[in-house]
């Protein structure tokens, strides 16, 4: 058998796979003792790591995002091909120099080291500030202070986030010697560092801090064709903070609750967080599940909270039980429709932050930690 058909054979089969491992990031500084934050620290992270079990099958690169002046994704192909050539060629006297390629197997780096890998330089500057998105767009709102509570001032312009400054966002490009779909598989997962359900007590801030998991949101987006968002991930809809409600150990408003242990039976109407009405702070619509997705659109003078669900590619984990965090379903993210000699690629772009509406972007979660795995598959086309 030539090996492309024994390639075709595998690939048919799903046995290709790639594991995008990340080990992320100090959540950050909150100001107020409900949602929203402003002051920074310096995020880090344990790691990135990525293997595939049949590297001939599947390879990927990791690049900075980059769009032109209109804001339109650049397909940088070419330019990591460029990139790869010129390093090696500039590199080949250093001691211990190893060809850079194309990623087959595990590759590993640490945000946080001194000696990033080079082709990861941009993200030297990576820091978690106040940011809002609907998974595209990424705005920093003007924030005020109320009653310890930080809230959006919906009269004054919103900024722009900067990518890998206030959120992580990079772009992965896959390439094969056929044409197939690449999946995010169910067993995708962010997670905090810390297990929530071992936290014993509710009052121990060093464990409770993780809780900021509950604010952390994922997208996947097709650049390659029309900026599709193909997923808007939600990993613990289960972890609410209700900020208004007093403990009654502390007699200090707010209480943590876990999807896990405290006998709900859906995420309805526990998605509400603080806003203000006019004259005091209150919750925002009961109505809002935790499974849904609520951020702030900035379009002109017009600047209001939106709730995004399934309908919009929302996906929020369930499971806590057997399978906490993960994304419990496939998602097909891209097509590998473009050609480039002998092979056929693909690129998605990936953007992970802290979304500022949600109850668990709060004080009481300063430096929570989780980290991200991201499984991709070959998935088939015929």
């Given at each position: 058998?030539k090996?492309?058909?024994?390639?075709?054979?595998?690939?048919r089969k799903?046995?290709?796979?790639?594991?995008?491992?990340?080990?992320?990031?100090?959540?950050?500084?909150?100001?107020g003792?409900?949602?929203w934050?402003?002051h920074?620290?310096?995020a880090?992270?344990a790691g990135l790591s990525?293997?595939t079990?049949?590297?001939?099958?599947?390879?990927?690169?990791?690049?900075?995002?980059k769009n032109?002046?209109?804001g339109?994704?650049?397909?940088?192909y070419?330019?990591?091909?460029t990139?790869?050539?010129n390093?090696?060629?500039?590199?080949?006297?250093?001691p211990?120099?190893?060809d850079?390629a194309?990623?087959m197997?595990?590759?590993?780096f640490?945000?946080?080291?001194?000696?990033?890998?080079?082709?990861?330089s941009?993200?030297?500057?990576?820091y978690?500030?106040e940011?809002?998105?609907?998974?595209?767009t990424?705005?920093?709102?003007?924030?005020?202070?109320?009653?310890?509570?930080?809230?959006v001032?919906?009269?004054?312009?919103?900024?722009e986030?900067?990518?890998?400054?206030?959120y992580?966002?990079?772009?992965?490009?896959?390439?094969?010697?056929?044409?197939h779909t690449?999946?995010l598989?169910s067993?995708?997962?962010?997670?905090p560092?810390?297990?929530?359900?071992?936290?014993?007590?509710?009052n121990d801030?060093d464990?409770?801090?993780h809780?900021?998991?509950?604010?952390a949101r994922?997208s996947v987006?097709?650049?390659?064709?029309?900026?599709?968002?193909?997923?808007?991930?939600i990993?613990a809809?289960?972890?609410?903070?209700?900020?208004?409600t007093?403990?009654?150990?502390t007699?200090?408003?707010?209480v943590?609750?876990?999807?896990?242990d405290?006998?709900?039976?859906?995420l309805?109407?526990?998605?509400?967080?603080?806003t203000?009405?006019?004259e005091?702070?209150v919750y925002s619509?009961?109505?809002?599940?935790t499974s849904?997705?609520?951020?702030?659109?900035?379009s002109?003078?017009s600047?209001?909270?939106v709730?995004?669900?399934?309908d919009?590619g929302v996906v929020?984990?369930?499971?806590?039980?057997n399978?906490?965090?993960?994304?419990g379903?496939?998602k097909?993210?891209?097509?590998?429709?473009?050609?480039?000699g002998?092979?056929?690629?693909g690129?998605?772009r990936v953007?992970l932050w802290?979304?500022g509406?949600d109850?668990?972007?709060?004080v009481?979660?300063?430096?929570?930690?989780?980290?991200?795995?991201?499984d991709?598959?070959?998935?088939?086309?015929?």
């Amino acid at each position: 058998m030539k090996k492309s058909d024994e390639l075709r054979v595998k690939t048919r089969k799903m046995i290709a796979k790639n594991l995008i491992i990340l080990v992320a990031l100090a959540v950050v500084a909150f100001v107020g003792a409900f949602s929203w934050f402003s002051h920074t620290t310096t995020a880090h992270a344990a790691g990135l790591s990525a293997s595939t079990n049949v590297s001939e099958a599947l390879e990927y690169f990791i690049v900075e995002p980059k769009n032109d002046v209109n804001g339109t994704p650049i397909d940088q192909y070419t330019a990591i091909n460029t990139w790869i050539a010129n390093y090696n060629a500039n590199h080949a006297s250093d001691p211990g120099h190893v060809d850079k390629a194309w990623h087959m197997g595990e590759f590993t780096f640490d945000v946080a080291a001194q000696d990033l890998d080079p082709e990861l330089s941009f993200l030297d500057d990576l820091y978690m500030t106040e940011v809002t998105s609907d998974g595209i767009t990424f705005k920093s709102p003007k924030l005020r202070q109320m009653d310890e509570v930080a809230y959006v001032d919906t009269a004054q312009n919103f900024d722009e986030a900067v990518a890998n400054e206030n959120y992580l966002s990079f772009d992965i490009y896959f390439r094969a010697p056929t044409e197939h779909t690449v999946a995010l598989l169910s067993s995708s997962k962010i997670e905090p560092l810390v297990d929530l359900q071992d936290i014993d007590n509710r009052n121990d801030e060093d464990e409770m801090k993780h809780a900021a998991i509950g604010a952390a949101r994922m997208s996947v987006l097709d650049i390659g064709s029309s900026n599709v968002r193909e997923l808007l991930w939600i990993p613990a809809p289960g972890v609410w903070y209700d900020g208004l409600t007093k403990n009654t150990t502390t007699n200090e408003r707010g209480v943590l609750h876990f999807y896990f242990d405290d006998g709900w039976d859906s995420l309805a109407n526990r998605g509400h967080s603080v806003t203000y009405n006019g004259e005091s702070m209150v919750y925002s619509p009961a109505a809002e599940d935790t499974s849904e997705h609520v951020y702030y659109s900035d379009s002109g003078a017009s600047k209001q909270r939106v709730k995004l669900g399934t309908d919009d590619g929302v996906v929020a984990s369930t499971d806590y039980k057997n399978h906490p965090y993960e994304l419990g379903t496939d998602k097909s993210v891209v097509t590998l429709s473009k050609t480039n000699g002998d092979y056929h690629y693909g690129y998605v772009r990936v953007n992970l932050w802290i979304e500022g509406e949600d109850s668990e972007a709060r004080v009481k979660f300063v430096n929570g930690q989780f980290k991200m795995n991201l499984d991709f598959d070959i998935k088939d086309n015929n």
